[in-house]
């Protein structure tokens, strides 16, 4: 059974910080990019972040570089995205994905990747 599970989100005010987990099932993290993605209601899934199977090096979209982190527990099977200075615009449900045949974070685009999530809502409002 090849699963991921996204928990950790909830209703934070601006300023505010969340700690996203992406635990994984059925199969080892560790060998595998995995990618954060998020959704907002009418807009498209936006790639958010993902962190290289290989060396652990981390990409992120530009919206959201200084205040996210992504990282990895191999030992747990589990990937964070923790998110700092929270703003409205990161209001969005967020997935965790697997990239396909890749170890590097080659792309952000949500196509070229597989196994998501069932998301988890993080709202930002005062």
């Known amino acids: 059974q090849v699963q991921l599970v996204e928990s950790g989100g909830g209703l934070v005010q601006p300023g505010g910080s969340l700690r996203l987990s992406c635990a994984a099932s059925?199969?080892?993290?560790?060998?595998?990019?995995i990618g954060w993605f998020r959704q907002a209601p009418g807009k498209e899934r936006e790639g958010v972040s993902c962190?290289?199977?290989?060396?652990?090096?981390?990409s992120y979209v530009d919206s959201v570089k200084g205040r996210f982190t992504t990282s990895r527990d191999n030992a747990k099977n589990t990937v964070y995205l923790q998110m700092n200075s929270l703003k409205p615009e990161d209001t969005a449900v967020y997935y965790c994905?697997?990239?396909?045949?890749?170890?590097?974070?080659?792309?952000?685009?949500?196509?070229?990747?597989?196994?998501w999530g069932q998301g988890t809502q993080v709202i930002v409002s005062s």
């Open positions: 962190i290289s199977s290989r060396d652990g090096t981390t």
């Open positions: 059925g199969f080892s993290l560790g060998y595998l990019a």
């Open positions: 994905a697997v990239l396909r045949t890749k170890y590097y974070c080659s792309t952000l685009v949500a196509d070229e990747y597989e196994y």
